[in-house]
């Protein structure tokens, strides 16, 4: 069971007041985030402390040197607890990569006593999951309930406590590989802290950023990070389908900076700066000075030449997006659109752009549902750190029921061992 202090740190404030705190620990390719947050007696999330500093071992979402993304988590959990004033114990933390794998899965078992109880969505669940074949050298990450059937009676969101004699249930499995997941954990034990949960980087995002409304009608999320860009598509308030593509800002950057023959840390500070996805907004006589490689002078270059090869690569992005759609088979039903998120989604001409080629309605989206820090709350960059609190605050409300939300069913029995045994074996 999931204790009372599962995934958070226990304090008192200067007021006096006690108080819940939350971690969530965002390590990406381009930047680590640690978020605090602290809950309220009414239950409401506020954003306390940040702390952040370069993403120095990552690639693609996954860890490609322990030293130096030790470093890197240690410093941002340093600058967080400086502003806290308290040490950090535990964390939420957030995965992604290319290794990432889902699937819909099924599976059905008898109600025992004619009533639903939380013992018998659980043996659902464990059903459902257990009909998926996972390779040793992968982990079950999340298994999200999309829809339950009692008897004959569809389309049921919360079974318990209704009557029936068969339950079934149908789930969206999603995994990880094993090894891009030790080494995470790995990290973090590194620092000296304890992990309270392992998120999936678009699950927890779309924490952030999604209403309620939204996720029934239909709609995708996708968080263009520095690394991944990342997909979730929701319909009748569950998660159907999610995915990652392997471009994203670095993409943009390496772009520039081989394009326009300017070092990488210039490249990111003239996509910083100037960079536009649609030539249409860019003047056509602007110039920029773009420094050079080596000791060569800077040159001179029009400002449209930048947006052309940032427009080329989010073009292709977004008619990535649309083959992972269109491979869903979900493209049709988005009635809310697309949500774009992350830090590279704030680039200008990006929803313009990304409407045009996905003929879709598109926002972007900014972490909602919690107090505190404006700088934090407004930007999309932060989505996914905001997301891992809100989904530990999710936890912590449900811990009661003896797993957080999304949490794969932990098989131990002599039955899953025997089955574990003929499968490598046979």
């Not at 404030?13 to 705190?21: A, H, K, L, M």
């Not at 009635?335 to 830090?343: K, L, N, P, S, Y």
Request: charged content about 25%.
């Amino acid at each position: 069971r999931c204790g009372a202090d599962r995934g958070i740190v226990r304090m008192n404030r200067t007021s006096g007041n006690p108080g819940e705190i939350l971690v969530g620990l965002d390590i990406g390719t381009t930047k680590v985030s640690a978020l605090v947050g602290e809950v309220s007696d009414e239950g409401e999330l506020h954003v306390i402390g940040v702390g952040s500093h370069p993403s120095l071992g990552m690639k693609k979402g996954v860890v490609i040197d322990i030293e130096s993304t030790v470093l890197s988590i240690q410093r941002a959990i340093e600058e967080a607890e400086r502003q806290i004033g308290h040490k950090i114990h535990s964390v939420y933390a957030g995965i992604a990569g290319t290794h990432i794998k889902s699937m819909n899965s099924s599976g059905w078992v008898s109600v025992r006593d004619g009533e639903v109880k939380r013992i018998d969505i659980d043996r659902v669940i464990d059903s459902a999951q257990g009909g998926v074949s996972i390779p040793s050298d992968e982990h079950i990450l999340h298994v999200e309930s999309q829809e339950y059937t009692i008897s004959s009676q569809t389309g049921i969101r919360e079974p318990l406590g209704m009557s029936g004699n068969r339950l079934e249930a149908k789930v969206h499995v999603v995994t990880c590989a094993m090894d891009a997941k030790q080494n995470i954990e790995k990290c973090i034990k590194r620092c000296g802290l304890e992990l309270r949960g392992l998120v999936l980087g678009q699950l927890a995002s779309s924490e952030a950023v999604l209403a309620a409304d939204e996720r029934e009608l239909g709609v995708c999320l996708v968080d263009i990070g520095g690394g991944t860009t990342d997909i979730a598509i929701f319909t009748q308030g569950a998660l159907q389908c999610t995915g990652v593509i392997p471009v994203a800002g670095d993409q943009v950057t390496s772009d520039i900076s081989v394009a326009l023959r300017t070092p990488p840390h210039s490249a990111d500070e003239l996509k910083i700066k100037h960079a536009s996805a649609l030539q249409e907004l860019v003047e056509a006589d602007a110039v920029i000075q773009v420094p050079s490689v080596g000791e060569r002078a800077p040159r001179e270059m029009f400002l449209q030449n930048l947006a052309e090869v940032v427009g080329l690569r989010y073009e292709e992005l977004f008619g990535l997006v649309q083959q992972q759609l269109e491979k869903s088979q979900m493209d049709g039903l988005l009635t809310a659109g697309i949500v774009m998120t992350g830090g590279s989604s704030m680039m200008p001409g990006a929803v313009e752009l990304a409407e045009a080629v996905l003929n879709e309605s598109v926002r972007i989206g900014k972490p909602q549902n919690v107090k505190g820090r404006a700088d934090i709350i407004g930007n999309p960059a932060y989505s996914t750190g905001v997301g891992l609190l809100l989904y530990g605050l999710k936890a912590l409300e449900r811990n009661e029921e003896g797993r957080q939300p999304g949490q794969p069913i932990e098989k131990t029995g002599f039955l899953h061992r025997a089955k574990g045994f003929f499968r490598d074996h046979m």
